[in-house]
């Protein structure tokens, strides 16, 4: 388990950047990749990034060539750069553990707005 804390979001316009942050606290961090996630308003929650704990990346195709993760173990930090956001990017971001299983605890999140 890890207890994460997400931040950086915002309302930004398409085209727009913004760079999402998450401390992670928790022994587990060390030893797992981790991800973000998002939900859109009336959907559920998907996964968009993950990283490994070597620092391999794998994204979802939507994202592909727009986003990038990167974490800092040393600082239990994880990163989601965004860039050529797009109105459909729009929803609440979340870090954690990939993968997650019921009993996961989820952050608030930061919620990302991206206008047309």
Request: net charge positive; aromatic share 10%; glycine share 12%.
């Amino acid at each position: 388990q890890v207890q994460p804390v997400e931040s950086g979001g915002g309302l930004v316009q398409a085209g727009g950047s913004l760079r999402l942050s998450c401390a992670a606290s928790g022994s587990d961090f060390s030893i797992n990749a981790m991800g973000w996630y998002r939900q859109a308003p009336g959907k559920v929650r998907e996964w968009v990034a993950s990283v490994t704990t070597g620092g391999t990346a794998n994204y979802q195709v939507s994202v592909k060539g727009r986003f990038t993760i990167s974490r800092v173990n040393l600082a239990n930090m994880v990163y989601l750069q965004m860039n050529s956001l797009k109105p459909e990017d729009t929803g609440v971001y979340y870090c954690n553990t990939v993968p997650t299983n019921r009993n996961t605890y989820w952050g608030q999140g930061t919620q990302v707005t991206v206008s047309s």
